[in-house]
């Protein structure tokens, strides 16, 4: 089954391409530098932070989560958005509830393989679209759209979904991401045209 979340534009604005968005139908790769190597045999995924139970699972165990398909939309900040792409994952709230998170956290840090941070209030995050994905489009993701792990956020700019995530760190206080802390918008949404900050 899969669960369509393209309509969810409907709360954020009146037209499904947010303004000043081109619609692509090539799905472009786009990275702040290369992409990495990683290692089925020793990665790893970890909850840590204002969390009950730190988490560590490798990647068969992230695997046999509960997971989903879902079909959304993909925004770049920089001008391009893809429609009906099909990703299977890992809802964001499963995790949090494994994890348990402590009442005083309030902002979230996601970590990839790369370097790459990006951040968000916990309250966006709680969200059944905000998917740690696994599959696109019915194949394995591939290592340049952020295999074996990456993060949507199709409410917000794709640069809050981090490629190759390993880390999820729940935080008391908030803190800025990667382009973040270069300008870009902390709240990222699309259909406000909050590029930069
Ligand atoms: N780890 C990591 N995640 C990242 C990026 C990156 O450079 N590193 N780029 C972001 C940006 S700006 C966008 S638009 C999307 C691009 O995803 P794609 O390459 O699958 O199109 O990933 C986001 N996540
Ligand atoms: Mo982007």
Redesign the pocket.
């Known amino acids: 089954m899969v669960v369509d979340q393209t309509d969810l534009y409907e709360e954020f604005g009146d037209e499904r391409l947010p303004p000043g968005q081109r619609k692509t139908e090539k799905?472009?790769?786009?990275?702040?530098?290369e992409t990495p190597d990683w290692n089925p045999a020793t990665w790893t995924f970890e909850v840590w932070g204002a969390v009950d139970t730190r988490l560590s699972l490798d990647f068969e165990e992230f695997r046999s989560l509960p997971a989903e398909t879902q079909r959304q939309d993909?925004h770049?900040?920089?001008g391009w958005s893809t429609f009906d792409r099909e990703f299977t994952g890992v809802p964001f709230p499963e995790l949090a509830e494994r994890a348990g998170v402590d009442d005083d956290a309030v902002h979230v840090m996601f970590h990839?393989?790369?370097?790459?941070t990006?951040d968000l209030p916990l309250s966006t995050c709680m969200r059944p679209e905000v998917l740690f994905a696994y599959e696109l489009d019915g194949e394995v993701l591939s290592d340049?759209?952020?295999g074996p792990l990456?993060?949507v956020t199709p409410h917000k700019?794709?640069?809050?979904?981090?490629?190759?995530?390993t880390g999820v760190e729940f935080l008391t206080e908030p803190e800025r991401g990667?382009?973040e802390k270069r300008g870009y918008s902390r709240t990222a949404d699309p259909w406000a045209e909050e590029r930069y900050s």
């Open positions: 799905f472009p790769v786009l990275s702040k530098g993909f770049c900040v920089t990839a393989l790369d370097g790459y990006t340049d759209h952020g990456r993060v700019y794709a640069y809050k979904g981090a490629k190759w995530v990667y382009w």
